[in-house]
């Protein structure tokens, strides 16, 4: 075989292995670029949730941070935002409402009325205006409530929903409605 004929010959396989390469590193960008949007879409993702989540603990944060919810369970926000026990949060600071908290109606789970004889009624002077001489019991009790907020992003739909307990000592004739005894 002479050296043209190999030439010839050899000049049509290394077209053909330079186009299977730029292939499979064609497929190779692709498949990064890929890898790359889903790893982008998956940390937006996360970002929104964490968004959702932390505008849910503002919300129960500042419900539990007064008596009012065992007052008014059905208007637990001083000022909310569209219809009750709802509250609005602009996340970046543009003016427009991103996150949206609807908080139900807090449920009061249980009740434990104070004796009197559990009081210290010269030491404390919250103690003091529960005492009721003469009698078993206090005017105040121990009630546990449970709050629980949904919060959801107005532009991705993200949401999450936050359950959290708390015990707050209050007036028997407050929560004898709410919360039975």
Known sequence: ????????????????????????????????????????????????????????TAAVEEVISSNRFADTPNAVFAVGCGTANAKCYDANGDGTNDVTVSVAAPSCIVVMPIKNSELNVLGKPSDASCYIPEVEYSMCANSVWQIEATATDVVTGAEAVLRQGVSIRTTLNKIDSACPV
Do not use: D, H
């Open 1 to 56: 075989m002479s050296v043209n004929q190999w030439q010839r010959n050899q000049s049509g396989a290394v077209l053909l292995v330079t186009l299977i390469m730029l292939i499979l590193i064609g497929m190779i960008v692709v498949s990064g670029f890929n890898l790359t949007q889903i790893n982008l879409k998956s940390v937006q993702n996360v970002e929104n949730r964490n968004q959702v989540m932390s505008a849910a």
